[in-house]
T-cell receptor, first 115, second 112 residues
Framework: DAEITQSPRHKITETGRQVTLACHQT?????MFWYRQDLGHGLRLIHY???????NKGEVSDGYSVSRSNTEDLPLTLESAASSQTSVYFC??????????????FGEGSRLTVL | GENVEQHPSTLSVQEGDSAVIKCTYS??????FPWYKQELGKGPQLIID?????GEKKDQRIAVTLNKTAKHFSLHITETQPEDSAVYFC???????????FGTGTKLQVIP
């Protein structure tokens, strides 16, 4: 079955370190997204991509970067981790649609703690 | 950009009762409104959606209503069951743009 997987599921790191969260989907979806989930804020969009070599900033992109070198993967990098980036991170993908908005398929999340 | 507000943040109901979650949006161009359910330890999953050319949509025990004039939309769950306990997110989007803005979530607890 097609799926979307995130790794690692749990990570503890120190302030200032570089961290990369992996996201891999096997649906061949064009669209991929990274959200962070925090109590009281819901799901906030960090970065998104509509296809290979395409990346766009979301509402909370500062301190994060992504790259899309193939259809299946959208890794999220924290260049210099900060305590404010302690959160649960969700990757999602959706199919390209002609005019509508595709259903988002989420991974199971990556819990990141920055000490 | 779009701003989606969601209330209440927590909701407790007795099994068999109804639950209502309300959302408002700010961008009058938004025309697609999905609802996602997140079970503990999982990612959110789409449960129902509504488009702006429709005022109401039902799927078994769940229904969504949309008031475009007031920029309000709501999720109604009837005959609640313990397995309905989860966090529910409303969201808004402009069809074709793919990007979705979520509300802050409602934690629903159904008490057996």
């Amino acid at each position: 079955d097609a799926e979307i997987t995130q790794s690692p599921r749990h990570k503890i790191t120190e302030t200032g370190r570089q961290v990369t969260l992996a996201c891999h989907q096997t649906w061949n979806h064009n669209n991929m997204f990274w959200y962070r989930q925090d109590l009281g804020h819901g799901l906030r969009l960090i970065h998104y991509s509509y296809g290979v070599q395409d990346t766009n900033k979301g509402e909370v992109s500062d301190g994060y970067s992504v790259s899309r070198s193939n259809t299946e993967d959208l890794p999220l990098t924290l260049e210099s981790a900060a305590s404010s980036q302690t959160s649960v991170y969700f990757c999602a993908s959706s199919p390209r649609t002609l005019s509508g908005t595709g259903e988002l398929f989420f991974g199971e999340g990556s819990r990141l703690t920055v000490l | 950009g779009e701003n989606v507000e969601q209330h209440p943040s927590t909701l407790s109901v007795q099994e068999g009762d109804s639950a209502v979650i309300k959302c408002t949006y700010s961008d009058s161009a938004s025309n697609y409104f999905p609802w996602y359910k997140q079970e503990l330890g999982k990612g959110p999953q789409l449960i129902i959606d509504i488009r702006s050319n429709v005022g109401e949509k039902k799927d078994q025990r769940i229904a969504v209503t949309l008031n475009k004039t007031a920029k309000h939309f709501s999720l109604h769950i009837t005959e609640t069951q313990p397995e309905d306990s989860a966090v529910y997110f409303c969201a808004a989007s402009i069809e074709g743009y793919q990007k979705v803005t979520f509300g802050t979530g409602t934690k629903l607890q159904v008490i057996p």
